[in-house]
């Protein structure tokens, strides 16, 4: 495969942990990034890009997302916005129209909500089930993500489905019984929904607990709509990440700085629902270790857009600009225990996101502007 050298960037933020490089170069090859440094001292390649001054920055990297779904619950996003609360139970109004959706229409879907993350930078992206909630649906959301992306996500504990609100007990024997039996296969990781109106800490657990015994790797949405226990949960069980984390204790501080569980922050939802944000600032001074995600969903946070995350993060949740970068770039990509994406060191992949600005701190001093020039990789 022939080298490519992107030249004349304008600033390269080659590592989201050190500061920008200035008037820089870099070199890719076989999907990888072979040389980063200044522009004068740039090799040869056997093809040039003249970038004209333009922001380089690793591809974002989305941590948490729900693609696979029909429908849509914009009168929903409507009353909120005149005053009504939030809760959980409207996520049962998406399960009924992905069920009655073909395969095609989910995946077409997916595919263009993909490419709408893709013209906005993102590179990397995790994409979860739970709006099937029947084990045929579950496994068959599962399948059609995997085209998408490697990090499927079995959330069959999304919400308990109304043909089982009776009896919820049969419902979680179902979820890590037959559905996580067919699920499995498409699947990397498994997610709960421990919160008021889904499942508490024990059928939480239970549901990861046999996850874990069938190989896939745990994830918790937790603390959204109230300071439950699922933020210690996630601590006990020493999950990668916990996601939401908007309702904290100190202990719950305590507890993800001592485990070293990464809080994965979704402002698009304090934004679409809200809610208190989470104060990012005072994580990380706390020595929390954090990411930043989109959770594109069509309820709670209809927004693909990392760069309008990032903005929200800066402007509401504390951070600076390149601590709001680096959440999305390497933090998401730690939450996903990867190491080769979320920077553009050499041996990294070649992940690329080319800003049409000279700075990454555009993305949150023009939010709303589209920003992104170019996605290599």
């Given amino acids: 495969m022939s080298s490519v050298l992107l030249t004349n960037i304008g600033e390269l933020l080659a590592d989201p942990d050190l500061p920008p490089l200035k008037d820089a170069a870099m070199v890719l090859e076989s999907g990888r990034v072979q040389w980063v440094g200044a522009r004068v001292a740039a090799p040869q390649a056997d093809l040039s890009h003249d970038l004209a001054g333009r922001a380089v920055i690793p591809g974002f990297v989305d941590s948490h997302s729900h693609l696979v779904f029909a429908g849509e619950r914009s009168a929903e996003f409507a009353a909120r916005m005149a005053g009504e609360s939030y809760a959980a139970g409207g996520i049962r109004t998406t399960v009924a129209a992905t069920r009655a959706a073909s395969d095609e229409q989910l995946s077409a879907r997916i595919g263009s909500h993909v490419s709408e993350m893709r013209r906005q930078g993102t590179t990397t992206v995790e994409i979860k089930s739970g709006y099937g909630l029947t084990v045929h649906d579950e496994a068959r959301s599962l399948a059609l993500a995997k085209a998408f992306t490697e990090h499927t996500t079995f959330l069959g504990a999304h919400v308990v489905p109304q043909e089982y609100v009776d009896d919820p007990a049969s419902y979680v024997d179902l979820v890590t019984g037959p559905m996580l039996e067919a699920a499995a296969p498409h699947a990397k990781w498994i997610d709960a929904f421990c919160e008021v109106g889904a499942f508490n800490v024990d059928q939480a657990r239970a549901i990861l607990s046999a996850g874990a015994a069938v190989g896939l790797r745990g994830r918790l949405h937790a603390n959204q709509l109230t300071a439950g226990g699922g933020v210690q949960l996630a601590a006990e069980l020493g999950l990668i990440a916990v996601d939401h984390c908007t309702y904290l204790s100190d202990d719950d501080v305590d507890a993800l700085r001592e485990s070293g569980t990464i809080a994965t922050l979704l402002p698009g939802v304090e934004f679409s629902t809200r809610h208190p944000y989470p104060d990012a600032k005072g994580l990380l001074a706390k020595g929390v270790r954090i990411a930043i995600a989109s959770d594109c969903n069509p309820g709670s946070c ?30 998401g990509a730690e939450a996903l225990g990867e190491s080769e994406i979320g920077h553009l060191n050499v041996g990294a992949k070649a992940h690329v996101t080319v800003l049409d600005a000279p700075s990454y701190v555009h993305l949150a001093y023009r939010p709303g502007v589209p920003l992104v020039s170019e996605v290599i990789g």
């Fill in 302 to 331: 209809y927004t693909s857009s990392m760069p309008f995350c990032i903005a929200l993060a800066v402007r509401e949740m504390g951070l600076t600009p390149a601590q709001a970068v680096r959440a999305a770039t390497r933090g």
